[in-house]
């Protein structure tokens, strides 16, 4: 289920808000970090996570591909082995003072995806609507 669609700067796609839990996990073949998706499109999509947790976590860095699983929470829907390319990473404000580090937002960008990642990711994203 998603909230609303927001078209955000002059992107082909409109990203979709999600309304419940959704989440991806980037991985670089060594590493890994998981973080809440923000919004998500046929095009890529935007999450925030914490760097360090878990410890030693992967560090997303610009320019480089990346092999991405999405889940959803309470949904039987996931999807596997999406590439994507960072497109950029910054860190947010940190309301959590607790924290060594403060969340970081990342935002990737989808590549070589083949018609069949494409037809998968339209159900992900519809079924999360739903």
Do not use: T
């Not at 949904?75 to 404000?93: E, G, I, M, R, T």
């Not at 037809?119 to 519809?126: A, G, M, N, T």
Request: hydrophobic share 40%; net charge neutral; with cysteine.
């Amino acid at each position: 289920m998603f909230e609303s669609a927001v078209q955000l700067d002059p992107r082909q796609e409109l990203r979709f808000v999600p309304r419940r839990f959704c989440f991806v996990r980037v991985d670089d073949g060594k590493q890994s970090v998981l973080g809440e998706i923000v919004n998500i499109s046929l095009a890529g999509l935007a999450f925030r996570y914490i760097p360090g947790f878990p410890k030693n976590s992967l560090l997303p860095l610009p320019h480089k591909s990346y092999s991405l699983d999405l889940f959803q929470s309470g949904a039987a829907s996931s999807l596997s082995d999406l590439k994507a390319w960072v497109v950029y990473d910054d860190a947010q404000n940190n309301a959590f003072s607790f924290l060594d580090w403060p969340p970081r937002q990342c935002g990737l960008a989808f590549h070589c995806l083949s018609q069949q990642h494409k037809d998968l990711l339209r159900s992900f994203i519809e079924s999360a609507r739903s």
